[in-house]
């Protein structure tokens, strides 16, 4: 056996939608439903009908659509199995589910591009999924920026998790 050589600089420091710094939080309780058109995925950006305050994933934000937050705290939610009974790990919800969304604070996120520090955080309007993009650049087509939202922290050289918060 031989002694340890190497050490890690960066240890793993959660999972999509953990909230990780104490510090002023602002969420709210809603039910979601996408209506089955795409997985409501933990840590992905949400918008919700101002009519019916339900929420769905992606959207963009516009007349009778608001922002409604990322989709937060993964270890809240059961875990109903699958076709087989198994439960297999997973980070979606069903329809028609109470979920906590993420209007100011600092969460956890799987980015689909890589990010520095202050980058602000964008997301596709159809699927939710977040990536960055250079402070003052406009959202690439088919996303939207996410209202007053950085990345915080911990910069990824590519597709991989960061941190970022939200100020709203």
């Known amino acids: 056996m031989s002694f340890q050589s190497t050490v890690n600089v960066n240890l793993a420091f959660g999972v999509p939608g953990e909230l990780i710094q104490d510090g002023p939080q602002r969420a709210e309780s809603l039910i979601v439903n996408s209506a089955g058109a795409n997985p409501n ?30 989709l937060a705290n993964p270890k809240v939610y059961a875990s109903y199995g699958n076709a087989t009974g198994t439960l297999a790990p997973t980070l979606n919800v069903p329809d028609n589910a109470q979920g906590e969304f993420l209007t100011m604070g600092t969460v956890v996120v799987q980015l ?34 996410v209202p007053n939202a950085v990345v915080y922290r911990y910069p990824t050289s590519g597709a991989g998790l960061a941190a970022i918060r939200l100020t709203n």
């Open 41 to 70: 995925t933990i840590g992905h950006a949400y918008t919700k009908n101002n009519a019916t305050n339900i929420a769905s994933v992606g959207g963009a934000i516009a007349a009778g659509r608001v922002f409604a937050g990322i």
């Open 112 to 145: 689909t591009t890589a990010a520095n520090i202050g980058d602000q955080v964008c997301y596709d309007t159809a699927t939710g999924a977040l990536s960055a993009v250079a402070p003052g650049a406009a959202a690439p087509a088919g996303s939207a920026l």
